[in-house]
């Protein structure tokens, strides 16, 4: 990938700034047609440049049209095509390094522009954060599924658009005019009456511009809301150690992790590089090594129990004691010699709380203490952002007993964080003191909590501004609507999670003229420059005081991070006890959960956060990793529980998915949802996944889901108990991509325990069936290109690693974005015609109280023997020398024989033009239907390509496709294509670099398919099999590798490694075999053999519809 | 009436006994000509009320199978119900059943001519017109059902511009070729037989219109005895084609599914086992179309009881081919040892699609059982009801084979289910408009019965008739 990111320092600062967009932007494309481009694009030029030409006439139009609407600022640098920038190639794509701001930290991204577009987000992994690895790693980095879907998000055609004073339209240059004047009236008065609310930010110019406006607006009131906040984290540590420290865990040298309710696989922050530790930790590249082991308590089915060794689930209250109980326990266990009267009561006290758990869960506790204990410092105590301020000092007081300080975990520099809360804010709003509020960021109309009443307490400031990506629901209760800009339109700065900084930096022009964060608090501080670029620069210039400042400038903005720039690493001491005992005693303790008096959790949505990207489609219908389901939240709850309540989600085997709606009333509040039996749940505990509910997000969000945030009050953010649920009587149709999750007893997904893996590293191997041994007698029909793949330099071969894999779905993502895949709707969705060329199938196995969850990716198998190809009638789907099934989109007539004929079913046909048509009205005919005030006939008609998406949502949807890829029309069928573009590119440059030479071969993993790039866990691996040094061919010689499906013969190109479970023979839950390997055993199969074909299993055993869930 | 008397008495070969003796196949009544006279009625006479009744019934499904075809065309396939993993849905199952009820008329032309089932000559036309509208109905399916209707025809082996052929190795290529040949040689076969017939309709003319319009058909038949021989011989060609025909065209059908790999169509016994079910459901499509027509046209005398029983007896003996074929399929996936061979049929019984099997086999099964019975066999109005129940039986078969194959294979994480939307169901009704449209100007224009060949069995033509005692030898 970053062969083609610019490496020399020379005009970066021009190329970081995008040209002006305007007419004279196309003539020049026009123009670059005839440059001749020595690349060895030269054959190509021609059509590609006529196509993009046409592309960036229109996107210039468009931008043109929107820009001129408002005065704009000047550009600090236009680069006039008149004068080809250096280094530019017109048609070949450009990176630039940025970084996507999150709460308390970035991603640091490397983004793919074209022609002026962003059009993929990739990690950055030059990145100093990358855990330590061994020589077999990926030069890559991967990203979160939020970071790879961002890019849909600019080209939102629903993104606030202009500046708005109650609903009018208002010009730019009367909001800036405002801006102005609230800073002038403000500064006699020294800021009083003016209070700010924002999100949290790691934003080093934001914090520096906040103290420079705290100078001059002294009783200005800043206040930060976060409906998920993982300031906790930092507030812990900062009580316990009396310093101003934050943890950075480091998964990667962990061998015992123990998580107290944190997922830190998706709902925590900085996931991708925590699943890329944990990945790290889990590496198996020979059997003398150990995976790390993973102990997970948790109230809610997480990504991380879902990738547990010992998962035990329990509801939040019991969670409490469970964290209470461990401690007293690794006292007990551990600190002999520590036996001070003040460490024994406090044991004791502990242990008394604990006492109500069941004997079962304690000796749980027990032996994990003493997995622990036994692993020293290897080991690592992790909660999670929702539990109580006790357990995180419990965590942090275990992590330092166990000596895991500065191996596991180290505590950073963190600076206090003044900042009051929301409550605050509302109460001052209450009591009329609240002159002019200014929302930066955030909705808190839609996300504070319910008891603030925020809609009315909004209204009671005099005046509000709000600085707002979206038009929301906080927009409509605000007098000044400043559209926000974009990242990827931004200057800006931000903070990794290790503190290193990364610059924001634009790759576009404000597509609607929005400001930046730090603009508007620099126009309300009075403050000079404005300029964002300008702010950022002076921060840098603070930031980095030694070296001549230009160079050290642009080599950040071209590299993405300020060499050294971590925080600090903070040694702390001994534990002040007092702190454990003082938290003990604030805590209470609540009563075991019953029916009537249910425990709701709070949670984070794996997709749409906190409701923050609730109008992006990609992520609405990503589906959630444990329970599949797209464009809904649900109110999880246990079987058991369901049971209980008599409440059943009904399937009729995959037809008509349908849950009951229920009624959760809560102290007075009460809400209706959709329910979801999720095996695995805690009893008497309901799951609710915020984000959904929106009232305004969007032609995507809007009423996509219910609200949890109605219930949830700023007494119990995450956790609240005495629930009652009640029927309604009505049901609801869900929207789920996988109806089957038992995976009935096939070895699909291979797996077993270490000491099995240990004795036989070819376990999976051994579970092949008979027919898929080699014959002994040649073929009588040898495959023909069996012959051509022998001629041919690459053949080209994926391995994905199911030890690695955690499921988080970035692949997915990626895939979407890189592919143009489009999204297809929830009604779709019902029908099963999502587009997703590469998906995430996921089984349970086990007892439905705690089942073990897999995970597999999957896609389009490239088999040798494709049995898609054969039963093609138009050749549409043929193979290629190189090992590639390569798909024909225009050769496709949409027999759909493919499909069928397809045992992995990984081919989606495109029933309707899910490109050209909005989600509403993909099954109107465009013989009935009219858009924009034309017959859509007449529109074909006009422009078959046009489609009928009204005008906005064309212009700006259109400019998000990826330019290499094919926009599939409607009767085609699509697949993988193991990212054919990128192969050909590959192979494309490596010719041009070869010259004369005959060396055309693509260099070992020099470039990589869009979801092997996007693996936080580098679980896929993709390249050349044929060369032996690749690290695919060493994956697939790995002895776990095995083939699904190996009985029909496929030779498929994509094959996976088994997953080792590394479980603590002590524990209570202890089991010799994975439950998937128990099933299979059940139904027939044998550890060497696979399926016998003499044995005659019986009927039923061999396969039992219905036993769905 | 003449005795053989120069015969020993040992080998003279009496009358049978009266209770041996065959029902006559054809009314005895006075002459032949009275053939003629009633067939060719239905096409002169005034047209009766029920014909308007029923062609405007047709029409209107005519009207609404175009309506269908055209939003599928221009909104996607997406309006009908088929999705992941079930991509084949209604479409593909009335393509096989079409297919298969096209079966029955030329099995009757061809199998029984040759094998000299004088019989077949009372039916014979109207299962042959059967036919050729069934296919008609039959090959739109899968023109339209595919996703870019305007390329379907690059399933033709035409060399276009682009220089690509077909892939020859798909067997929905070999359906291309079996149904086109199949539909062809049927036509031919049809118009054949008509040449005489057309012949006696341009005689009987008694307007301008009428008399050139049949007389340009009729191709300047005159009935010489050269004419006879010409057309005996080129008939019998024909139906020697015909018969390889009726056996390759739904077998290669049956490869659309038996040349995959999926559990539930993968199987080498299914070129047998459809083309016994598709004969099974001509007859029975055959029954449900002569009895009412019988009535209708006034064709009792030549469409006797004794056909009726006949068909009933070719329905019961391929539906118990049918039987086998379910038997041994089950007992293939037994003996697999696969878990996903014994799943797919474990599926078809107990899975979701468990309703449709039920159906299947009511329709299939128990159905022509009661064929057994001579009293079934000779109530017409039974007879009619159990002939429809068959044709929905094996509709259900296609379904059953068609999606609960499919709905859950080899990974779990695809299982799924499939229903039609009310646009799969108005596509199928639509093709009963387009099938009656045709068949009722066919029953209005053409002569329904083979005029010429049943004269050839009237009792009154067989001047042996009483010498031999097997007139009617069947």
């Given at each position: 990938m970053n062969?083609?990111?610019?490496?020399?320092i020379?005009?970066?600062r021009d190329?970081t700034?995008?040209r002006?967009a305007?007419a004279s932007?196309a003539n020049?494309?026009?123009?670059?047609?005839?440059?001749d481009?020595?690349?060895?694009?030269g054959?190509?030029?021609?059509?590609?440049?006529r196509r993009?030409?046409?592309?960036?006439?229109?996107?210039s139009?468009?931008l043109?049209?929107v820009?001129l609407?408002?005065?704009r600022?000047?550009v600090?640098?236009?680069?006039?095509?008149?004068?080809?920038?250096?280094?530019y190639?017109?048609g070949v794509s450009?990176?630039?390094?940025?970084?996507?701001?999150t709460?308390?930290?970035a991603?640091?991204?490397?983004?793919?522009?074209h022609e002026?577009?962003?059009?993929?987000?990739?990690?950055?992994?030059?990145?100093?954060?990358?855990?330590t690895?061994?020589s077999q790693e990926?030069h890559?980095?991967g990203?979160?599924r939020?970071?790879?879907a961002?890019?849909?998000?600019l080209y939102d055609?629903?993104r606030?658009?202009r500046?708005?004073?109650?609903g009018?339209?208002?010009p730019?240059q009367?909001?800036?005019?405002?801006?102005?004047?609230?800073?002038?009236k403000?500064?006699p008065?020294?800021?009083?009456?003016?209070?700010?609310?924002m999100?949290?930010?790691s934003?080093?110019?934001r914090?520096?511009l906040?103290?420079?406006i705290?100078?001059?607006?002294?009783?200005?009131?800043?206040?930060?809301?976060?409906?998920?906040?993982?300031?906790?984290h930092?507030q812990?540590?900062s009580?316990?150690?009396?310093?101003q420290?934050?943890?950075?865990f480091?998964?990667e040298?962990?061998?015992?992790i123990?998580s107290?309710?944190?997922?830190?696989?998706?709902?925590e922050e900085n996931?991708h590089?925590?699943i890329h530790?944990l990945?790290?930790?889990?590496?198996?590249?020979?059997?003398?090594?150990e995976?790390?082991?993973l102990?997970?308590a948790e109230?809610?089915?997480s990504?991380t129990g879902?990738?547990?060794?010992?998962?035990l689930s329990?509801?939040?209250?019991?969670?409490?004691?469970?964290?209470?109980?461990t401690?007293?326990?690794?006292?007990a266990?551990?600190?002999?010699?520590h036996?001070?009267t003040d460490?024994?009561?406090?044991?004791?006290e502990?242990?008394?709380?604990?006492?109500?758990?069941p004997?079962?869960?304690?000796q749980?506790a027990?032996t994990?203490?003493?997995?622990l204990v036994?692993?020293?410092?290897?080991?690592?105590?992790?909660a999670?952002?929702?539990?109580?301020?006790?357990v995180h000092?419990i965590?942090?007081a275990?992590n330092?007993w166990?000596?895991?300080?500065?191996?596991t975990?180290?505590?950073?520099?963190?600076?206090?964080r003044?900042?009051?809360?929301?409550a605050?804010?509302?109460?001052?709003?209450?009591?009329?003191?609240v002159d002019?509020?200014?929302v930066?960021g955030?909705?808190?109309?839609?996300?504070?909590?319910?008891?603030?009443?925020?809609?009315?307490a909004?209204?009671?400031?005099?005046?509000?501004?709000?600085l707002g990506q979206?038009?929301?629901?906080?927009?409509?209760?605000s007098d000044?609507?400043i559209?926000?800009?974009?990242?990827l339109?931004?200057?800006?700065?931000?903070r990794?999670?290790?503190?290193?900084v990364?610059p924001?930096?634009p790759?576009?022009?404000?597509?609607?003229?929005?400001?930046?964060e730090?603009?508007v608090l620099?126009?309300?501080?009075?403050?000079?420059?404005?300029n964002?670029?300008?702010?950022?620069?002076?921060?840098?210039r603070?930031?980095?005081k030694e070296?001549?400042f230009?160079?050290r400038?642009?080599r950040f903005?071209h590299?993405?991070f300020l060499?050294?720039s971590?925080?600090?690493?903070?040694?702390?001491?001994?534990?002040d006890w007092?702190?454990?005992s003082?938290?003990?005693?604030?805590?209470?303790?609540h009563k075991?959960?019953r029916?009537?008096?249910?425990?709701?959790?709070?949670?984070?949505?794996?997709r749409v956060?906190?409701?923050?990207?609730?109008?992006?489609g990609?992520?609405?219908?990503?589906p959630d990793?444990?329970t599949?389901?797209?464009?809904d939240?649900v109110?999880?709850?246990?079987?058991?529980?369901a049971?209980?309540?008599?409440?059943q989600?009904?399937?009729?085997?995959?037809k008509?998915?349908r849950?009951?709606?229920?009624?959760?009333?809560l102290?007075?509040?009460?809400?209706?949802g959709?329910?979801?039996v999720?095996?695995g749940?805690?009893?008497?505990?309901?799951?609710?996944?915020l984000?959904?509910?929106r009232?305004?997000a969007?032609?995507v969000?809007?009423?996509v889901g219910?609200?949890?945030?109605?219930?949830?009050?700023?007494r119990?953010?995450h956790?609240?108990?005495?629930a009652?649920?009640s029927?309604?009587?009505?049901?609801?149709p869900?929207?789920?991509t996988?109806?089957?999750?038992?995976m009935?007893g096939?070895?699909?997904v291979?797996?077993a325990n270490?000491e099995?893996?240990?004795?036989n590293?070819?376990f999976?191997?051994a579970m092949?069936?008979d027919?898929?041994?080699?014959a002994?007698?040649?073929?009588?029909?040898?495959?023909?290109?069996?012959?051509m793949?022998?001629s041919?330099r690459?053949?080209?071969?994926?391995s994905?690693?199911?030890?690695?894999?955690?499921?988080?779905?970035?692949?997915?993502v990626?895939?979407?974005?890189e592919n143009?895949i489009?999204?297809?709707?929830?009604e779709?969705?019902?029908?099963?015609?999502?587009?997703?060329?590469l998906?995430?199938?996921?089984?349970f196995?086990?007892?439905?109280?705690?089942?073990e969850?897999?995970?597999?990716?999957?896609l389009?198998?490239?088999?040798?023997s494709?049995?898609?190809?054969?039963v093609?009638?138009?050749?549409a789907t043929?193979?290629n020398?190189?090992?590639?099934?390569?798909?024909v989109?225009?050769?496709c007539?949409?027999?759909?024989?493919c499909?069928?004929?397809?045992?992995?079913?990984v081919?989606?046909f495109?029933?309707f033009d899910?490109?050209?048509?909005?989600?509403a009205?993909?099954n109107v005919?465009?013989?009935?239907s009219a858009?924009d005030?034309l017959?859509d006939?007449?529109?074909?008609?006009h422009?078959?390509d046009r489609?009928s998406?009204?005008e906005d949502?064309?212009?700006l949807l259109?400019?998000v496709?990826?330019?290499d890829?094919t926009?599939r029309?409607?009767?085609?069928?699509?697949?993988?294509?193991?990212?054919?573009?990128?192969i050909?590119?590959?192979k494309?440059?490596?010719?041009v670099a070869?010259?004369?030479?005959n060396?055309?071969e693509?260099e070992d993993?020099?470039?990589h398919?869009?979801?092997?790039?996007?693996?936080p866990?580098?679980a896929?691996?993709?390249?050349?099999v044929?060369?032996?040094?690749?690290l695919?061919a060493?994956?697939?010689a790995?002895a776990r590798?095995?083939?699904?499906?190996?009985?029909?013969n496929?030779?498929?190109?994509?094959?996976?490694?088994?997953?080792?479970?590394?479980?603590?023979?002590?524990?209570?839950?202890y089991?010799?075999r994975?439950?998937s390997?128990?099933?299979?055993l059940?139904?027939?199969g044998?550890?060497?053999g696979?399926?016998?074909?003499v044995?005659?299993t019986?009927?039923k055993?061999?396969?039992?519809?219905?036993?769905?869930? | 009436?003449?005795?053989a008397?120069?015969m020993?008495e040992?080998?003279r070969?009496?009358?049978?006994p009266?209770?041996?003796?065959?029902?006559?196949?054809?009314?005895?009544?006075?002459g032949?000509?009275?053939?003629?006279?009633?067939?060719?009625r239905?096409?002169?006479?005034?047209t009766p009320?029920?014909w308007?009744?029923?062609?405007g019934?047709?029409?209107l499904?005519l009207?609404l199978?175009?309506?269908?075809?055209?939003?599928?065309a221009?909104?996607?396939?997406?309006?009908?119900g088929?999705?992941?993993?079930?991509?084949?849905?209604?479409?593909?199952?009335?393509f096989?059943w079409?297919i298969?009820?096209?079966?029955a008329?030329?099995?009757?032309?061809?199998i029984?001519?040759?094998?000299?089932q004088r019989w077949r000559t009372?039916v014979?036309r109207?299962?042959?017109?059967?036919?050729?509208?069934a296919?008609?109905?039959?090959a739109?399916?899968?023109i339209?059902?595919?996703?870019?209707?305007w390329?379907?025809?690059w399933?033709?082996?035409?060399?276009?511009s682009n220089?690509?052929?077909p892939?020859?190795?798909?067997?929905?290529?070999?359906?291309v070729?079996?149904?086109?040949?199949?539909?062809?040689?049927?036509v031919?076969f049809?118009?054949?037989?008509?040449?005489p017939?057309?012949g006696?309709?341009?005689?009987?003319a008694?307007?301008?219109?009428?008399?050139?319009?049949y007389?340009?058909f009729?191709?300047?038949?005159t009935?010489?005895s050269r004419?006879?021989h010409?057309?005996?011989?080129?008939?019998?060609i024909?139906a020697?084609?015909?018969?390889?025909?009726?056996?390759?065209v739904?077998?290669?059908?049956?490869?659309?599914?038996a040349?995959?790999?999926?559990?539930?169509w993968?199987?080498?016994?299914?070129?047998?086992?459809f083309v016994a079910?598709?004969?099974?459901?001509?007859?029975?499509?055959?029954l449900?179309?002569?009895?009412?027509?019988?009535k209708l046209?006034?064709?009792e005398?030549?469409i006797?009881?004794?056909?009726i029983?006949?068909?009933c007896?070719?329905?019961l003996?391929t539906g118990?081919?049918?039987?086998y074929?379910?038997?041994?399929?089950?007992?293939?996936a037994?003996h697999?040892?696969?878990?996903?061979e014994?799943?797919?049929?474990?599926?078809?019984?107990?899975g979701?699609?468990s309703w449709a099997?039920v159906?299947?086999l009511?329709?299939?099964?128990?159905?022509?059982?009661?064929?057994?019975?001579?009293?079934?066999?000779r109530n017409l109005?039974?007879?009619?009801?159990l002939?429809?129940?068959i044709?929905?039986?094996?509709?259900?078969?296609?379904?059953v084979?068609?999606?609960?194959?499919?709905?859950?294979d080899?990974?779990?994480?695809n299982?799924g289910?499939?229903a039609?939307t009310?646009?799969d169901?108005?596509t199928?009704?639509?093709?009963f408009?387009l099938?009656?449209?045709?068949f009722l100007?066919?029953?209005?224009c053409?002569?329904?019965?083979?005029?010429?060949?049943?004269k050839s069995i009237v009792?009154a033509a067989d001047?042996h008739?009483?010498a031999?005692?097997?007139?009617?030898?069947?």
């Amino acid at each position: 990938m970053n062969r083609t990111q610019p490496r020399g320092i020379s005009n970066d600062r021009d190329r970081t700034r995008r040209r002006n967009a305007g007419a004279s932007d196309a003539n020049e494309s026009g123009a670059l047609g005839h440059i001749d481009v020595s690349h060895g694009l030269g054959g190509m030029d021609d059509v590609v440049t006529r196509r993009h030409f046409v592309k960036i006439m229109s996107a210039s139009c468009l931008l043109a049209g929107v820009g001129l609407t408002g005065c704009r600022r000047p550009v600090e640098t236009i680069v006039p095509f008149t004068r080809l920038p250096e280094g530019y190639i017109h048609g070949v794509s450009q990176y630039y390094a940025t970084a996507m701001p999150t709460r308390d930290s970035a991603v640091p991204l490397v983004v793919r522009t074209h022609e002026g577009r962003p059009v993929k987000i990739e990690g950055n992994a030059e990145h100093p954060d990358q855990p330590t690895t061994d020589s077999q790693e990926h030069h890559h980095r991967g990203t979160d599924r939020h970071a790879q879907a961002s890019v849909l998000s600019l080209y939102d055609p629903d993104r606030a658009r202009r500046f708005g004073r109650n609903g009018e339209n208002a010009p730019r240059q009367q909001a800036l005019d405002f801006l102005a004047s609230v800073s002038r009236k403000f500064e006699p008065i020294g800021g009083k009456g003016l209070h700010l609310l924002m999100e949290r930010s790691s934003s080093p110019s934001r914090g520096r511009l906040q103290s420079l406006i705290r100078r001059r607006l002294p009783h200005a009131q800043w206040h930060v809301y976060e409906p998920v906040d993982y300031d906790v984290h930092r507030q812990a540590a900062s009580l316990l150690f009396g310093k101003q420290v934050r943890p950075v865990f480091r998964l990667e040298r962990a061998r015992r992790i123990l998580s107290l309710d944190s997922d830190f696989l998706a709902a925590e922050e900085n996931s991708h590089r925590t699943i890329h530790s944990l990945a790290i930790s889990r590496r198996l590249n020979s059997s003398d090594q150990e995976p790390s082991r993973l102990y997970v308590a948790e109230s809610l089915y997480s990504l991380t129990g879902a990738n547990a060794d010992h998962r035990l689930s329990l509801s939040p209250s019991r969670l409490l004691l469970l964290a209470e109980l461990t401690c007293a326990e690794f006292i007990a266990q551990s600190i002999t010699k520590h036996r001070e009267t003040d460490t024994a009561k406090l044991a004791g006290e502990l242990r008394r709380r604990a006492s109500p758990l069941p004997h079962s869960t304690s000796q749980w506790a027990k032996t994990c203490v003493a997995d622990l204990v036994a692993a020293g410092p290897g080991s690592l105590v992790l909660a999670g952002y929702r539990q109580p301020l006790l357990v995180h000092l419990i965590a942090h007081a275990l992590n330092l007993w166990l000596g895991s300080v500065g191996r596991t975990v180290e505590y950073v520099e963190a600076p206090a964080r003044p900042e009051l809360s929301i409550a605050d804010l509302a109460a001052e709003l209450e009591a009329g003191r609240v002159d002019t509020l200014v929302v930066l960021g955030g909705n808190p109309v839609y996300t504070a909590p319910a008891d603030l009443d925020w809609t009315r307490a909004q209204r009671k400031a005099t005046t509000v501004i709000r600085l707002g990506q979206y038009e929301d629901e906080t927009s409509a209760v605000s007098d000044w609507q400043i559209p926000q800009a974009h990242y990827l339109e931004s200057w800006g700065d931000a903070r990794t999670g290790d503190g290193t900084v990364v610059p924001v930096q634009p790759l576009i022009e404000p597509l609607f003229g929005g400001l930046t964060e730090i603009e508007v608090l620099a126009r309300l501080g009075g403050l000079t420059p404005t300029n964002p670029y300008e702010i950022v620069r002076d921060t840098f210039r603070e930031l980095c005081k030694e070296g001549v400042f230009e160079e050290r400038w642009r080599r950040f903005l071209h590299d993405g991070f300020l060499v050294g720039s971590a925080s600090p690493a903070v040694r702390v001491g001994e534990v002040d006890w007092s702190i454990l005992s003082a938290a003990l005693s604030e805590t209470e303790n609540h009563k075991t959960p019953r029916a009537h008096q249910i425990e709701v959790v709070y949670a984070r949505d794996t997709r749409v956060d906190d409701g923050r990207h609730a109008n992006n489609g990609w992520l609405q219908e990503l589906p959630d990793p444990v329970t599949k389901i797209t464009w809904d939240n649900v109110i999880a709850i246990s079987p058991k529980t369901a049971k209980q309540l008599g409440l059943q989600v009904t399937d009729k085997d995959g037809k008509d998915l349908r849950a009951p709606i229920v009624r959760l009333e809560l102290n007075g509040r009460a809400i209706e949802g959709p329910i979801w039996v999720q095996p695995g749940l805690a009893d008497h505990t309901v799951g609710l996944a915020l984000g959904y509910g929106r009232t305004a997000a969007g032609r995507v969000g809007t009423g996509v889901g219910f609200n949890a945030y109605s219930l949830r009050v700023s007494r119990a953010p995450h956790h609240a108990t005495g629930a009652n649920l009640s029927k309604t009587g009505r049901t609801y149709p869900l929207a789920c991509t996988q109806n089957h999750a038992s995976m009935e007893g096939r070895p699909i997904v291979r797996e077993a325990n270490l000491e099995v893996y240990r004795a036989n590293s070819r376990f999976a191997r051994a579970m092949d069936s008979d027919t898929s041994r080699p014959a002994r007698s040649p073929a009588l029909y040898p495959n023909p290109l069996a012959r051509m793949s022998t001629s041919a330099r690459h053949q080209w071969g994926m391995s994905i690693d199911l030890q690695a894999c955690v499921g988080c779905a970035a692949c997915v993502v990626a895939c979407q974005s890189e592919n143009n895949i489009p999204i297809v709707g929830r009604e779709q969705v019902r029908l099963h015609r999502e587009m997703h060329w590469l998906r995430v199938d996921r089984y349970f196995a086990g007892p439905a109280e705690n089942p073990e969850m897999l995970n597999q990716p999957m896609l389009c198998q490239h088999c040798e023997s494709a049995p898609c190809e054969s039963v093609c009638p138009v050749n549409a789907t043929v193979h290629n020398d190189e090992g590639l099934n390569v798909m024909v989109y225009n050769r496709c007539v949409g027999t759909r024989y493919c499909s069928n004929n397809c045992p992995f079913k990984v081919r989606r046909f495109n029933y309707f033009d899910y490109h050209r048509r909005p989600l509403a009205r993909l099954n109107v005919s465009p013989l009935v239907s009219a858009t924009d005030g034309l017959w859509d006939t007449k529109r074909w008609w006009h422009d078959p390509d046009r489609g009928s998406r009204p005008e906005d949502e064309w212009n700006l949807l259109k400019l998000v496709q990826n330019p290499d890829v094919t926009v599939r029309m409607r009767g085609v069928m699509e697949k993988c294509t193991f990212c054919l573009q990128r192969i050909e590119q590959a192979k494309i440059e490596r010719k041009v670099a070869a010259a004369d030479s005959n060396r055309v071969e693509v260099e070992d993993d020099s470039f990589h398919t869009a979801c092997e790039q996007a693996c936080p866990a580098g679980a896929i691996v993709f390249g050349n099999v044929k060369s032996p040094h690749s690290l695919v061919a060493v994956s697939k010689a790995d002895a776990r590798s095995y083939q699904v499906l190996d009985h029909l013969n496929l030779n498929a190109r994509v094959t996976y490694l088994a997953r080792v479970r590394n479980p603590n023979p002590a524990m209570p839950d202890y089991h010799p075999r994975p439950h998937s390997t128990e099933e299979y055993l059940k139904h027939g199969g044998r550890l060497e053999g696979g399926f016998s074909s003499v044995t005659g299993t019986s009927l039923k055993t061999a396969g039992r519809p219905g036993g769905e869930r | 009436m003449t005795k053989a008397t120069n015969m020993p008495e040992a080998v003279r070969v009496g009358p049978p006994p009266h209770e041996l003796e065959r029902p006559p196949l054809i009314a005895d009544r006075p002459g032949v000509g009275w053939v003629s006279d009633v067939v060719a009625r239905i096409a002169e006479g005034p047209t009766p009320r029920w014909w308007w009744l029923a062609f405007g019934t047709a029409l209107l499904l005519l009207g609404l199978f175009i309506a269908m075809v055209a939003y599928l065309a221009t909104t996607g396939v997406g309006v009908w119900g088929v999705g992941h993993p079930v991509m084949w849905g209604w479409a593909v199952v009335n393509f096989v059943w079409w297919i298969g009820i096209g079966h029955a008329g030329t099995l009757i032309s061809a199998i029984l001519f040759l094998l000299r089932q004088r019989w077949r000559t009372a039916v014979n036309r109207l299962a042959e017109a059967m036919t050729v509208f069934a296919v008609i109905c039959a090959a739109l399916f899968p023109i339209i059902h595919v996703g870019r209707i305007w390329y379907a025809w690059w399933l033709f082996p035409i060399p276009t511009s682009n220089g690509v052929w077909p892939q020859f190795h798909s067997p929905l290529i070999w359906d291309v070729f079996a149904i086109l040949t199949y539909f062809t040689v049927s036509v031919m076969f049809w118009y054949t037989g008509l040449i005489p017939d057309l012949g006696l309709m341009r005689d009987r003319a008694r307007t301008r219109f009428r008399q050139f319009l049949y007389g340009l058909f009729a191709l300047g038949w005159t009935g010489s005895s050269r004419h006879w021989h010409n057309y005996q011989k080129a008939y019998l060609i024909l139906a020697g084609l015909s018969t390889s025909l009726v056996i390759s065209v739904h077998s290669i059908v049956s490869l659309d599914f038996a040349a995959t790999q999926l559990p539930g169509w993968h199987t080498a016994i299914f070129p047998p086992y459809f083309v016994a079910g598709a004969m099974f459901s001509g007859f029975g499509m055959v029954l449900t179309l002569v009895i009412p027509i019988r009535k209708l046209c006034g064709l009792e005398d030549i469409i006797t009881l004794r056909h009726i029983d006949l068909i009933c007896k070719v329905t019961l003996a391929t539906g118990s081919i049918v039987i086998y074929a379910y038997i041994m399929e089950a007992l293939a996936a037994w003996h697999a040892g696969q878990p996903y061979e014994r799943f797919a049929i474990w599926n078809r019984v107990v899975g979701p699609y468990s309703w449709a099997c039920v159906i299947m086999l009511i329709g299939n099964v128990i159905t022509p059982q009661a064929f057994w019975f001579r009293k079934v066999r000779r109530n017409l109005a039974l007879v009619w009801i159990l002939s429809i129940v068959i044709n929905i039986g094996m509709w259900f078969e296609r379904f059953v084979i068609v999606v609960s194959s499919l709905n859950r294979d080899f990974l779990p994480a695809n299982w799924g289910y499939y229903a039609p939307t009310w646009v799969d169901v108005c596509t199928y009704a639509g093709t009963f408009g387009l099938f009656f449209t045709f068949f009722l100007l066919f029953l209005r224009c053409l002569p329904v019965v083979a005029v010429a060949e049943v004269k050839s069995i009237v009792p009154a033509a067989d001047s042996h008739a009483h010498a031999s005692g097997d007139s009617n030898r069947c």
